[in-house]
């Protein structure tokens, strides 16, 4: 019962780490003003339209800025 509860948290862990390192490297693109940018594993797709910016991982819409 423990390890398993172990396990469990370990890969909410990875999951959270993963996710902190997407947004990291879709901050990172933004800012340095890339289309695409793979970085520790992590390939980032940003994709301007008007004043909107979405960002994909992996072909999967993670976030979209509407800019003011």
């Known amino acids: 019962l423990i390890l398993g509860e172990l396990d469990k948290n370990r890969k909410?862990?990875?999951?959270?780490l993963h996710k902190?390192?997407?947004l990291n490297v879709a901050t990172m693109a933004v800012?340095?003003?890339?289309?695409?940018?793979?970085?520790?594993?992590?390939h980032?797709?940003?994709v301007?339209?008007?004043?909107q910016?979405?960002?994909?991982?992996a072909g999967k819409k993670i976030m979209q800025v509407i800019k003011d």
């Open 44 to 46: 980032i797709q940003v």
């Open 31 to 42: 800012q340095i003003n890339q289309d695409s940018l793979s970085l520790n594993g992590v």
């Open 12 to 16: 909410h862990m990875e999951l959270n």
């Open 20 to 22: 902190q390192e997407v």
């Open 53 to 57: 910016i979405h960002i994909y991982e």
């Open 48 to 51: 301007r339209k008007g004043g």
